[in-house]
């Protein structure tokens, strides 16, 4: 059978599960089936045997009828909305901000009272970190899923999730759940119907009599946790047999080349959209396909199987988009977005990917202090394809690895390994003429490297100079801002909250360090008190995301030019190029006032420079220039 015989033929299943529905809403879902099981057929190539591929395709378009046919009107009527502005979250005026729900408002049903204040910062796009049911006691953040149907008890149930999703609607906010794609915890159903004997599911996960296979994969793996969860696979005496488990010895790795499993996820996928959530964080997404000879990250299936993922996801859902969180190497970022394999996977896998690589340079160029290294590094960059977003971010929920390329870091006369170090230990407060106050996290000595923790407020120096703290991580903001992409606020960033020195109190965090950067948000905090660094702090985040609202040009189809002749080696200049106009982006680095010719400004068609940020226009001196602030940013447009 032909790939356009099969469509044709899952667009007649379709129509026989859809009987009871009305002849327009079925005309709908049939058009979308006819739409995606090309892309769904395609990502199904990942399994080498046409039954397999024939009988998994129709259970995934059985998942999206059941999906679509119980989906709610009011769901339903913003899958009209997202199709008719399939660029949506491209929109400069998408501000993000991600958090724990139970640290920033207690429960689901505390984040309403928490509106207003995501309202004034200008969210349009908040992501809860993980609030599906975890195991009990240490979970990895509630990255070990025991229950993907249920909520997390101490924050709500499905209905509590379903009210939230509602009323951020309301208010013009899209949320962002957390799925763990690569892993569930050991007590989840699965693997323990796994453990009880059952040959299904223990076919969910890879497992294995003896270490022959496993140290074989061990020569080529590297540690995630090396301090607390050395090697890759764990030997379950109820099993009998070595399990794979990447992360954590309660985390077992399931086996994609399953197609079971690709039916499971896009259930849990679709139950979720139902409940209203309009993104689906893919977590782990880099790990999921296994290779013997490698690292067992970034492998093409993984994109294959994303690809029939999302395809489902569309059938029933076309108002979710899908984010991957894969933290991996500059060259390998794009591939998230479908930059891989000449391009086929372009619009057809992840709507959303971290751009990492820019966090990194960020807390590079604050501090050195100069722009050499990112320009260079960000100026090689692949572009972005089309319908592909990236999310911005100064601080995220996790460490900071310094993902610097060895050849970027060559190309400016500084060796990776060397300024890999360097910001180690300029971050962590032990480099003479550190201001920052941040944690050594999961240090390695095989390999150098030592990843950092820490609130972006601490890592600006909060407690060593305020003022000039608060400078940087404004200034931090400003430049993912301009950059483009949806830009996201890591909870508490935004009053400029420190390390929480109480982080090793809480039963389970004892000894994962990243909970110094994950601070409650109380009633204590909001309002900040006028004048405070927290206050200075929200109040410039909220200009910057009303600044950005008002741009055409920062819409996140197009990609930034890194400027680089012409300017001093203290700034970084984002050139931003659209028929309403341009806008260039101008970011003071340093402690000290930088000068700008204005003569670059009008080489570039700015001929009368006008600073949106600061609401001014650009003066120069005697010399032809202006003089950006220390740690200052300007986003001129011609006035």
């Known amino acids: 059978m032909t790939g356009q015989d099969l469509a044709a033929s899952l667009t007649t299943y379709a129509a026989s599960l859809l009987t009871a529905l009305t002849p327009e809403r079925r ?63 491209q929109d400069p005026g998408m501000f993000g901000y991600a958090c724990y729900t139970d640290r920033f408002a207690g429960d689901l049903a505390g984040l309403e009272r928490r509106a207003d204040h995501l309202e004034r910062l200008g969210v349009s796009y908040l992501h809860l970190m993980p609030l599906l049911e975890p195991r009990e006691g240490d979970n990895d953040g509630g990255y070990a899923v025991k229950d993907y149907r249920r909520v997390r008890p101490d924050l709500g149930d499905r209905d509590d999730l379903r009210a939230v999703t509602t009323m951020l609607r309301g208010r013009g906010i899209s949320l962002c759940v957390d799925l763990v794609l690569n892993h569930v915890a050991r007590e989840h159903a699965w693997a323990a119907a796994a453990r009880a004997g059952d ?40 099993l009998a047999g070595w399990v794979w488990t990447t992360f954590n010895a309660w985390q077992w790795d399931l086996d994609w080349s399953n197609p079971a499993v690709l039916v499971e996820f896009a259930d849990v996928v679709c139950d979720l959209a139902n409940l209203g959530v309009e993104v689906v964080r893919l977590d782990a997404v880099a790990f999921l396909w296994k290779r013997m000879g490698t690292s067992c990250q970034n492998q093409p299936e993984v994109h294959q199987l994303v690809q029939a993922l999302r395809a489902t996801t569309r059938m029933a859902a076309p108002a979710v988009l899908f984010k991957a969180e894969a933290i991996v190497g500059p060259r390998d970022l794009v591939a998230y977005l479908g930059g891989s394999e000449g391009g086929r996977h372009v619009g057809r896998v992840s709507d959303l990917a971290y751009h990492n690589s820019l966090m990194v340079q960020v ?40 993902a610097v390329d060895d050849g970027d870091a060559a190309a400016v006369g ?11 230990d300029w971050y962590a407060g ?3 003429g550190s201001w920052a106050d941040g944690l050594v996290f999961q240090a390695n000595p095989a390999t150098g490297d030592r990843r950092i923790s820490g609130t972006a407020a601490s890592l600006c120096g909060i407690d060593a100079d305020p003022g000039a703290a608060v400078a940087r991580v404004l200034l931090a903001h400003t430049i993912v801002a301009g950059y483009g992409g949806v830009p996201v606020v890591w909870s508490g960033d935004e009053l400029a909250l420190p390390n929480d020195q109480h982080w090793a109190e809480e039963p389970g965090h004892e000894a994962d360090n990243r909970w110094a950067h ?46 680089d002749d012409g300017l001093d080696d203290g700034v970084l200049g984002l050139l931003r190029r659209h028929w309403s106009g341009t806008v260039v982006g101008l970011h003071n680095v340093t402690a000290a006032p930088r000068p700008v010719a204005l003569s670059l400004l009008a080489d570039l068609g700015l001929a009368t420079p006008y600073d949106v940020l600061g609401e001014a226009p ?22």
Do not use: K, N, Q
Request: charged residues 25%; aromatic residues 10%; proline residues 9%.
């Open 27 to 89: 005309e709908a879902f049939l058009l979308r089936v006819e739409r995606w099981a090309p892309d769904l057929l395609e990502g199904l190539a990942v399994f080498d045997d046409e039954a397999v591929r024939r009988g998994t395709a129709e259970r995934l378009v059985g998942v999206a009828a059941r999906a679509y046919a119980a989906r709610p009107d009011d769901l339903h009527t913003l899958d009209a909305r997202r199709l008719l502005r399939p660029g949506w979250v």
């Open 199 to 238: 040959p299904e599911y223990r076919d969910y996960f890879h497992v294995f009599d003896d270490r022959t296979v496993p140290d074989a994969y061990e020569a080529t793996l590297p540690e995630v946790f090396p301090d607390f969860a050395p090697g890759s696979f764990t030997f379950d005496d109820e």
């Open 430 to 432: 032990e480099f003479a």
């Open 518 to 563: 994950r601070p409650r948000v109380t009633d204590d905090h909001l309002p900040p008190a006028p004048g405070s660094a927290a206050d200075r702090v929200l109040g410039g985040l909220s200009h910057l995301a009303r600044v950005r609202a008002s741009l055409p040009s920062l819409h996140a189809s197009l990609d930034p030019e890194v400027l």
């Open 618 to 639: 650009l003066t120069a001196d005697a010399d032809g220039l202006a003089w950006l602030p220390p740690y200052g940013a300007w986003w001129v447009v011609d006035r």
């Open 414 to 424: 500084v060796t990776g390994e060397g300024h890999r170090r360097f910001l180690s």
């Open 363 to 402: 807390w590079s160029m604050l501090a050195t202090g100069e722009t050499r290294l990112a320009r260079h590094a960000l100026r090689a960059l692949p572009p972005t394809p089309p319908g592909g977003t990236w999310i911005t971010y100064v601080r995220c929920h996790d460490d900071i690895g310094w």
